[in-house]
């Protein structure tokens, strides 16, 4: 039975920081948090969909946050045209559908890759810099680095609010 890892370290980011550097630490501070609400739970713990009717798990958040890095970084930010990890024409939503077969090592492993990859390809970007990838779909207007970091934020914040309940009912921890 594989278990998270032991708690990760997670660092406030600086009140006085400038725009880039702010944004980047409240990115990796929510990054952290949806990691330090999985540590030390077992592979059951963590596919446990314990907030009925909603069948969301832990699980199921870290591959849903590999399928956004992936999404705002990879394909809207770079146009790198990377194919869904875990979601199908059969199962769209299957980065929240994790099976018997799919397992924390392989979440996390492929999670921390993604986000390997969106540091790697904003470090060279200003927040200016326009996207290469698909427009809005609702405006039509091509993202900013700028715009893609606080969209991140607003969704890792939404996601490590699920995630709160989720821990709280399969083990009691609360928390920030």
Sequence with gaps: MTTAEAAPERTEPSTLAGEREMLEGWLDYHRETLALKCSGLDEKQLKEACVPPSDLTLLGLVRHMAEVERGWFRNRLADERAAPLYCTDADPDGDLHPGEADTWEEAYTTWRAEIARA????APRSLDDLGEGPPSRHTGD?????????????????????ADLLRERIDGTTGD
């Design 119 to 122: 540091r790697e390809l904003a």
């Design 142 to 162: 091509p993202y900013n680095l700028r715009w893609i970091y606080t969209h991140m934020i607003e969704e890792y914040a939404r996601h490590n609010g699920h």
